[in-house]
Nanobody, 123 residues
Framework: QVHLVESGGGLVQPGGSLRLSCVGS????????MGWFRQAPGKEREWVAA????????YYSHSAKGRFTISRTNTKNTMYLQMNSLKPEDTAVYYC????????????????WGQGTQVTVSS
């Protein structure tokens, strides 16, 4: 029902910043809670952040809190992840996801996924 497309990934040096975007189409974007996940090669998928349907409530993993900011603009059907003070450990493919429950960390509880965008943090 909802198609999600991420963009904004790339190569950045440690300490740098990137802003990821996720654009939704094919459904009522504002009805869904949203989240960001990441997966590094050979590693398990890791939850990063989540946001309620209105954008009023946000949730962060320990590693993301204080450095990353999740937001959304429902009139543009877009969710963002602003990433500051990036570290090599942040290197991964980042995925956006949509579901019916706000703030969940379990990937199984999300219904729709984007294709992912590569973030590489290296000097």
């Amino acid at each position: 029902q909802v198609h999600l497309v991420e963009s904004g990934g790339g190569l950045v040096q440690p300490g740098g910043s990137l802003r990821l975007s996720c654009v939704g189409s094919g459904g009522d974007f504002s009805m869904y809670a949203m989240g960001w996940f990441r997966q590094a090669p050979g590693k398990e998928r890791e939850w990063v952040a989540a946001i309620s349907w209105s954008g009023e409530s946000t949730y962060y993993s320990h590693s993301a809190k204080g450095r990353f900011t999740i937001s959304r603009t429902n009139t543009k059907n877009t969710m963002y992840l602003q990433m500051n003070s990036l570290k090599p450990e942040d290197t991964a493919v980042y995925y956006c996801a949509a579901g019916g429950v706000t703030g969940v960390e379990a990937a199984e509880l999300y219904d729709f996924w984007g294709q992912g965008t590569q973030v590489t943090v290296s000097s």
